[in-house]
């Protein structure tokens, strides 16, 4: 069942570790297909070493195995809330890569200071509220999920105008149309929220304010995501 995802999902969760993304089993990745509204996802705790295509798990969008001999990983509840919530998304990505978990552990957005932050989303990357005592120990992984689209609501803000959210103290989310691209918007995350945190080192040396211009921000974001974008080779 769903044999060609099943070997995206895998090849996906291997570039984790091919970018450095992800140590020993700390990340994973899942894609949707959203004809049947089945969902493959990596299984929980399996080394990369060790992993193959075979060993992807299909589950419904409740949550229920429908094929494969493995758990699945952890984090389902918290993809599945994702694909039920946000229905242009067909894949999600979740790390703890050092540098946006660092934002994450600290509480903080990832503030747009540039164009390369720029050409990946139209505003500051979001850190969601911590989960209450309640919420962590009741459905946590659920309540993870839900935590990310009530910052998103709250926000107002598209999924695909900023395909990756930050966690409260605990790492970040990312997505796109299908799990190679949202293995490559984790990949643009990390390197954006490196390139911030040295912005803010020497803005802070230098005393001096840092931030992108919002005529800026939108011009770089529009050119690339935007109704009339002409970067790259879609317009020849």
Avoid at 14 to 29: D, H, I, R
Avoid at 76 to 99: C, K, M, N
Wanted: net charge negative; glycine share 8%.
């Amino acid at each position: 069942m769903l044999e060609q995802l099943k070997q995206d999902v895998f090849k996906a969760n291997m570039q984790l570790k091919e970018f450095g993304l992800v140590v020993l089993t700390w990340g994973n990745v899942s894609a949707i297909d959203r004809e049947t509204g089945y969902v493959v996802i990596k299984p929980s705790g399996v080394p990369y070493e060790t992993m193959d295509a075979d060993d992807m798990v299909v589950v419904d969008l409740q949550g229920n195995k429908i094929e494969g001999d493995l758990n699945p990983s952890s984090d389902t509840p918290t993809h599945l809330e994702l694909y039920r919530q946000f229905a242009d998304i067909g894949a999600v990505v979740h790390t703890h890569s050092a540098w946006a978990t660092s934002f994450a552990q600290a509480g903080r957005d990832i503030k747009a200071y540039g164009t390369t932050h720029a050409d990946f989303a139209n505003r500051s990357i979001p850190c969601t509220r911590g989960l209450t005592q309640q919420e962590v120990e009741g459905e946590y992984e659920l309540n993870t999920g839900k935590v990310i689209v009530e910052c998103f609501n709250k926000e107002n803000i598209k999924p695909m105008d900023c395909p990756a959210v930050l966690i409260h103290r605990h790492g970040p989310f990312c997505w796109g149309k299908n799990c190679f691209k949202a293995v490559e918007n984790a990949l643009i995350l990390e390197e954006v929220a490196k390139m911030a945190f040295r912005t803010e080192e020497i803005a802070e040396i230098e005393n001096k304010q840092a931030g992108i211009e919002k005529y800026l921000l939108d011009k770089h974001y529009n050119r690339k995501h935007g109704a009339n974008a002409y970067y790259g080779q879609g317009n020849r």
